[in-house]
């Protein structure tokens, strides 16, 4: 059999002196592993590289086959962001997590044009606003959105300052109040079209991070991958905000 799709590389890794076998997150057929041949040495494996867009095609003699890759390059997404390593840190992070939260063969093909979209952002002035939301995206595909809509205590659309780490769910300053210390705080321009503080990228960061960990990765005994810990430790440093320990 065979088929073939749009696709994004989140990784490979060596098999035999020549070869790979890629991970690739296609737009119809979901995170797929494939034998890419040569794709571990010389120009083929520069098609590879993690984050590049390609056009892939697969085939095997059974759909349960690890299969073959035969892609071509449609563009070189890392290649452009060598000179941005904060940049790259936040490519690699999203490659990780997919890569560690998304079921292998299952379509998620919402999630891929976002997935696009925010590689094709990565340029832009407002790009960790972006993958922020990007994050949030990611939650809401696999079936854990917040709820930022309304306060979960009182149900008032105003006035909205947290977010529960329990149920995901906004939470306003009068109801909040006497939790403060043990909710998250809500970023605006997860609400709103409002600019994001520092302060807000960094919340962002530790909200969708708590919860693809609690809902998504724990029960796979996962964790959070070394890239995304990277990035939000990145973050931290560079806004100067303590890491607070819930």
């Known amino acids: 059999m065979k088929w073939r799709d749009e696709a994004i590389v989140l990784g490979r890794r060596a098999h035999g002196e020549h070869a790979a076998v890629a991970t690739l997150f296609s737009r119809a057929h979901g995170r797929h592993l494939g034998l890419a041949r040569g794709g571990g040495h010389g120009k083929s494996a520069a098609i590879y590289e993690l984050g590049n867009r390609?056009?892939?095609?697969?085939?095997?003699?059974?759909?349960?086959?690890?299969?073959?890759?035969?892609?071509?390059?449609?563009?070189?997404?890392?290649?452009?962001?060598?000179?941005?390593?904060?940049?790259?840190?936040?490519?690699?992070?999203?490659?990780?997590?997919?890569?560690?939260?998304?079921?292998e063969?299952?379509?998620?093909?919402?999630?891929?044009?976002?997935?696009?979209d925010l590689l094709a952002r990565l340029d832009d002035a407002g790009w960790r606003e972006a993958y922020v939301r990007w994050e949030c995206r990611?939650?809401?595909?696999?079936?854990?959105?917040?709820?930022?809509?309304?306060?979960?205590a009182t149900g008032v659309v105003d006035d909205l300052r947290y977010v529960s780490p329990k149920t995901g769910r906004?939470?306003?300053?009068?109801?909040?109040?006497?939790?403060?210390?043990?909710?998250?705080?809500?970023?605006?321009?997860?609400r709103?079209?409002?600019?994001?503080?520092?302060?807000?990228?960094v919340a962002g960061l530790e909200i969708a991070g708590h919860f693809l960990e609690r809902h998504v990765l724990a029960p796979q005994t996962k964790t959070l991958p070394g890239a995304r810990v990277r990035l939000y430790e990145r973050w931290r440093r560079e806004f100067r905000r303590p890491k607070e320990p819930r």
């Not at 997404?77 to 890569?99: G, H, I, N, Q, T």
């Not at 990611?138 to 979960?152: E, N, V």
């Not at 709103?192 to 990228?201: E, K």
């Open 105 to 116: 063969r299952e379509p998620h093909a919402g999630l891929y044009d976002a997935t696009r």
């Open 170 to 190: 906004a939470v306003s300053a009068e109801a909040g109040a006497p939790y403060a210390d043990r909710l998250f705080a809500l970023p605006g321009f997860l």
């Open 54 to 103: 390609v056009d892939a095609a697969w085939r095997a003699r059974l759909p349960e086959h690890l299969g073959n890759w035969t892609c071509e390059l449609v563009e070189a997404v890392a290649a452009k962001l060598m000179d941005a390593p904060d940049k790259l840190e936040a490519l690699a992070a999203c490659a990780a997590l997919l890569d560690a939260v998304l079921p």
């Open 192 to 201: 709103a079209p409002v600019p994001a503080t520092p302060a807000d990228l």
């Open 138 to 152: 990611c939650l809401a595909d696999l079936g854990f959105g917040l709820d930022l809509d309304s306060c979960a």
